[in-house]
């Protein structure tokens, strides 16, 4: 095959090293991937089955589970409530994107890995439900974000929006515990902070509005957020700025390495830029939506393709 990994500037080597590998294992993987350490594996959800029934239950998503030392595909939660992003909370607990269906409300749920035990953290802001929550990081606070785009609905296995596209803040802390911190987004999607925290990447995946469409007068960008910190131990978010327009297609996935660079999917792969926005290359996966780091040394990259896992072990490591 061609060659994987496509340089634009020089610096790209600075990322994948002398000996970077890729390879690629046959599996249904989507989105949501995470790599729990204790277990040298990475939980993901499947593509979304099509199905007849009018109300999309919630097994049309599964949790898979790719055990990296042996390559080995299992099922790892039947039913996930059409289950998207995931992380792990800073107790090493599975926080789950439930995108929710006609029935079934959306919400932000946390399982504890050892014993299966699920809750809600969050489903609805001052009583209005959420549209189908997508991606979630967690801060060192211990404080949940989210992006919240009406997907959902435009797939149509969620009611009409109630609220707007939205990205939310959640302490569970606090008695009113989920706030919006972003409103100006069309289609919020990937979000993930700068190894310091003192940046958020939010993407906006608006040129996306359905199945079979897209619109590149819409938003396919990503925007940079100065996270600034009060006097009470909060955060909020100053002025928005373009840091990277995404072509070909839409940003979906979206992470940060250890050096402060940013890696965001699109149609044709993973595409790597510089802390100031500058592309320095990429690395190809057609059909990839999302993606982690991971491995023992937090140098190997996990590629959702929805047919298959690509897997690419390089020099920069996950922040």
């Known amino acids: 095959m061609p060659d994987p990994f496509v340089a634009y500037a020089d610096e790209f080597h600075d990322v994948l090293g002398s000996n970077p590998t890729y390879e690629s294992i046959p599996a249904d993987a989507h989105e949501g991937p995470v790599y729990v350490r204790d277990w040298n594996a990475v939980l993901f959800t499947s ?13 049309n998503v599964q949790i898979g589970r790719l055990d990296v030392a042996k390559r080995k595909l299992s099922v790892f939660r039947e039913a996930s409530n059409m289950g998207n992003g995931m992380t792990l909370d800073r107790e090493g607990r599975l926080l789950i994107c439930e995108q929710g269906s006609l029935t079934t409300p959306a919400r932000i749920s946390r399982l504890d890995l050892q ?7 969050t489903d609805r802001w001052f009583g209005l439900p959420f549209n189908s929550p997508n991606d979630v990081v967690v801060k060192s606070d211990g404080t949940i974000w989210f992006t919240d ?7 149509g296995f969620r009611p009409p929006a109630l609220s707007g596209d939205y990205v ?3 302490d569970p802390r606090e008695k009113v515990s989920t706030a919006v ?3 100006s987004f069309n289609k919020p999607n990937g979000l993930c902070f700068s190894p310091d925290e003192s940046i958020l990447y939010v993407n906006d995946s608006g040129a996306i509005q359905g199945p079979g469409t ?4 819409l938003p396919h960008h990503i925007k940079a957020f100065d996270v600034i910190v009060d006097g009470n131990g909060g955060a909020r978010l100053g002025p928005g700025r373009l840091f990277a327009t995404i072509t070909p297609g839409i940003p979906d996935g979206l992470k940060c390495d250890s050096a402060g660079r940013v890696y965001s999917s699109s149609f044709s792969g993973v595409q790597v830029f ?9 690395i190809v996966a057609p059909g990839v939506a999302n993606f982690c780091f991971g491995g023992e040394r937090n140098d190997t990259l ?3 393709c929805d047919s298959e896992i690509v897997i690419a072990r390089i020099a920069a490591t996950g922040a």
């Open 302 to 304: 996990f590629l959702m």
């Open 149 to 155: 785009p009406s997907y959902g609905a435009l797939q």
């Open 214 to 217: 897209y619109y590149p007068a």
């Open 181 to 183: 911190v972003l409103d």
């Open 47 to 59: 593509v979304p089955e099509r199905t007849d029934v009018p109300a999309f239950g919630d097994r």
């Open 168 to 170: 939310y803040r959640c």
């Open 274 to 282: 510089s802390p100031e926005g500058r592309i320095l290359g990429e």
């Open 115 to 121: 014993t299966g035990a699920i809750e809600t953290v």
